[in-house]
Every structure is written in structure tokens, then in C-alpha cells.
């Protein structure tokens, strides 16, 4: 009896080990696909940011904006609506602030989000 009961305290032994180092494996090959992960994501930005970029700047030195006086047209409409968006976006950051915490429900912390979108 006594041998069968050595026999299966070495048994959950053996079989805790096997957990704790599986699990501690798991854990790293889940940090290193996360990683893995979040540079694609971030490359992927770049990629977009430079793509933007490129077309915006084949855009003005193609034909079509030959004319210096179409181009500052064009920047001060960028301006203008760049300068709408950052105000109505501070104005809903300003809701949130001027908001009393016990008023900050999900409901309207959800209403400010949708409008930042």
C-alpha cells in the first residue's frame, strides 16, 4: 500500500512538472507570436502612412496641380478641415473632462467614442 500510494504521489508529481513546464512554454511562444504580431501591425501602419504619402505627392507634381495657386487651394481646404476635426475632437475630450465622474457612464463614454470615430 505504501508503494502504490509513493507510486502515485510521484505520479502527480511527475504530471505537475509536465503542466508547470508546458504552461511556461506556451507562455513564450505566446509572448514571441504577440511580438511577432504587434511589428506586423506596426509595419503594416508605416506601409499605409508611406503609401498615403507617396500618392499624395504623386497627386501634387502631377499635371493635374501644375498650377501653385490650385496647390495652396488644396492645402488650406487640408488645413481647414484638419483644424475642424482637431476641435471637434477636443470639444468631446472636453465633454469628457467637464463631465462629473459619477455621470460617466458606458453610455456616454460610448456616445463621446462613436463620435471621435
Avoid at 513546464?21 to 513564450?28: I, N
Avoid at 495657386?69 to 475630450?93: D, G
Avoid at 462629473?100 to 456616454?108: A, E, H, I, N, R
Wanted: hydrophobic fraction near 35%; charge should be negative.
Amino acid at each position: 500500500m505504501a508503494d502504490e500510494n509513493e507510486k502515485y504521489r510521484l505520479e502527480h508529481l511527475s504530471n505537475d512538472e509536465f503542466y508547470e513546464e508546458t504552461v511556461k512554454q506556451e507562455a513564450e511562444k505566446f509572448d514571441i507570436l504577440y511580438n511577432q504580431w504587434k511589428e506586423s501591425v506596426v509595419r503594416f501602419h508605416l506601409i499605409k502612412q508611406e503609401d498615403a504619402i507617396k500618392r499624395f505627392l504623386d497627386l501634387m507634381e502631377s499635371k493635374r496641380f501644375v498650377n501653385a495657386h490650385t496647390r495652396c487651394e488644396i492645402f488650406e481646404r487640408l488645413k481647414t478641415e484638419q483644424l475642424r476635426v482637431f476641435q471637434q475632437r477636443m470639444e468631446l475630450v472636453k465633454q469628457l473632462d467637464d463631465q462629473p465622474s459619477s455621470k460617466l457612464t458606458k453610455d456616454f463614454v460610448t456616445s463621446v467614442e462613436d463620435k471621435l470615430r
